[in-house]
């Protein structure tokens, strides 16, 4: 007697193969680049951009003032030639999008530092930045940051941590906020080495259209 397998009810199955269907049509809209699932889609479109190779992703951060719609985070990455800060946001009818990135080419000093502000407003009541910096020298053991406005009306130090990738080299990154618009300086030491600088500096925005 042979026994016949149990159907699933028609309206099961049916919502099974639309729920397949989806699946696949979000699946290949991602692979497409027509719509982001994951925050790396955008930043491997910001590296193509600028044409800097591929980067390994040290820092990611929400932005807390980006509110008005969907989400938005700031990613620091790099490889041997450069630092890169770039945004990225996200909405439901979008996915993930790049928003504006700046890349800063790598030297051959103790360290390399990269100061960014971020998340443009019409009139802001604080002024977001954040510090990304690759630590170069193996004999540096510490980097201070010393932000100082415009007009140089004030200043102050602010310190950082050195971290340590996986594959072995060393970065730090620093977020702060500022009532004016400022430059960020540098001093980095260890025993029988110490550097010191100005940062290089960009402003990032999310509306870009070029990416």
């Known amino acids: 007697m042979k026994l016949r397998k149990k ?5 099961r199955r049916r919502a099974l193969r639309w729920l397949a269907a989806l699946v696949l049509l979000v699946g290949a809209c991602h692979w497409l680049d027509i719509y982001g699932l994951t925050p790396d889609r955008a930043l491997r479109r910001q590296e193509q951009y600028f044409a800097t190779g591929r980067t390994e992703l040290d820092a990611v951060i929400q932005d807390p003032y980006r509110t008005d719609s969907g989400v938005g985070i700031l990613t620091a990455s790099q490889n041997e030639d450069v630092l890169l800060m770039g945004l990225s946001h996200w909405s439901l009818f979008e996915g993930w999008m790049p928003g504006f990135a700046w890349p800063v080419e790598r030297t051959d000093g103790a360290v390399d530092v990269y100061a960014a502000y971020y998340s ?20 540096v053991t510490t ?3 010393t932000v100082r406005d415009w007009e140089g009306a004030w ?7 050195i971290q340590t990738a ?15 618009l400022c430059d960020v300086f540098y001093r980095a030491y260890g025993e029988g080495v110490e550097a010191t600088g100005k940062s290089e500096f960009m402003s990032l925005q ?5 990416i």
Not at 206 to 210: F, K, Q, R, V
Request: proline share 7%.
């Open 7 to 11: 159907r699933l009810p028609t309206r």
């Open 120 to 139: 443009w407003e019409s009139s802001p009541d604080c002024h977001p930045y954040a510090v990304y910096g690759s630590v170069n020298d193996p004999q």
């Open 143 to 145: 980097v201070e940051l």
């Open 155 to 161: 200043e102050y130090t602010l310190e950082t941590e």
């Open 166 to 180: 996986e594959d072995g080299h060393r970065f730090f990154f620093r977020t702060f906020e500022a009532e004016n």
């Open 206 to 210: 999310y509306d870009w259209s070029y």
